[in-house]
């Protein structure tokens, strides 16, 4: 099984609403990521978990809340979000270092 | 500061010819690279990866090039098919070598047919 799965696939909400973005693998990989991705611009990395530790964040702003339950699953707590945040989320996982990043379908967020 | 960049934002081929994708890395400790293919509405899929002890390596109709000389990479695609069509993303593993992919600002492949 070489797929990332995430839920939703489409989320709208408000700025003063609380969410969450879903992603799970499979493949046993130790390293897990959270991208942001704006429209025709590359992936943007937010934030890494290593061995279900926080091993980067990219300078994220703090209504962004990540959380590693377990070495298959990666969530992102959203609250108290602009309308800039508005882009495509997206999760990958991989081995570890210098190695392939899978990627999931994302989610697409839109903030109104 | 670093940059991983394309010289070509939108390339448009005939179907059935050889596409090239080129990008220009700027961190020469960087040791992994990779290309990515992303269509509308969905996210990045491997394409192939390449480390720094190589020069050249072959997937199905795909190869990728390293020239660490003058930091610069490319993705080959032989007889380019409708299907290919979509934004190719080069990315580094950057100075540290570390779990952050440093992307490229990305191309556009359009085959015509």
């Known amino acids: 099984d070489t797929e990332v799965t995430q839920t939703p696939k489409h989320l709208v909400m408000g700025m003063t609403n609380k969410k969450s973005l879903k992603c799970e693998q499979h493949?046993?990989?130790?390293?897990m990521y959270w991208y942001k991705q704006k429209a025709k611009k590359p992936p943007e990395l937010m934030f890494v978990y290593s061995y279900e530790k926080l091993s980067i964040n990219e300078s994220v702003p703090s209504r962004f809340s990540p959380e590693c339950p377990n070495s298959s699953l990666l969530n992102l707590h959203l609250h108290a979000l602009q309308p800039e945040d508005s882009a495509l989320y997206l999760c990958?996982?991989?081995?570890?270092?210098?190695?392939?990043?899978?990627f999931g379908p994302g989610t697409r967020l839109t903030v109104t | 500061g670093e940059s991983v960049g394309l010289h070509l934002p939108t390339l448009s081929v005939q179907e059935g010819d050889n596409s090239i994708i080129n990008c220009a890395y700027s961190?020469?400790?960087?040791?992994?690279f990779i290309w990515y293919k992303q269509e509308s509405g969905k996210g990045p899929q491997f394409i192939i990866d390449i480390r720094s002890n190589m020069d050249k390596r072959q997937g199905q109709r795909v190869t990728v090039l390293l020239n660490k000389t003058v930091k610069h990479l490319s993705l080959q695609i032989a007889a380019t098919q409708p299907g290919d069509s979509a934004v190719y993303f080069c990315a580094e593993n950057g100075r540290d070598s570390s779990y952050k992919l440093i992307f490229g600002s990305g191309t556009r492949l359009l085959v015509r047919p």
């Open positions: 961190n020469s400790a960087s040791d992994y």
């Open positions: 990958a996982s991989s081995q570890g270092r210098a190695d392939e990043q899978y």
């Open positions: 493949m046993g990989h130790r390293a």
